[in-house]
């Protein structure tokens, strides 16, 4: 059984990690934060119906950047669903269904999809060490029962 301090932390450092890349109208991500939330070794991972981007901070910080610049985002907000949680020792897995929006309080979304998410303990805390996600697509929809199951953990 996991204690209940380790998923208090993972919890905390799941919430900050969806708060940091969120961001208002005009604004941009917390740069800042994400640094602390990710270790500095951290990968990311996305999956897209035309294939795999793999992006290390700084290059990931680009290409968010750049979507900003162009205007493919003026604002982002990316909400966790549900997740279920699995630890061992200083490991931990967290699959994590989220949803997009324009605003915290939009009453729709502009998309869905699930986050893989690997942490690491660093002392008592917890630091994203990878990051990979797929988001709903014409060929993948999101089934959250199938998915998750009677193991949610919100």
Known sequence: MTPSSDLQELA???EAMYASISFPEGDEPDWKRINEIFHRSARLTRITPEGVDHFDLGSFQAMIMEMLD???YTCFYEKEIVRTVRV?????HVLSAY?????LEAASHLGRGVNSIQLLRSGSTWQVHSLLWDEESAGTSLNLPALFGDRIQM
């Open 99 to 103: 949803e997009i929006t324009r605003s």
């Open 88 to 92: 061992f020792g200083s490991l931990a």
């Open 70 to 72: 162009r205007g493919v």
């Open 12 to 14: 905390t450092t799941l």
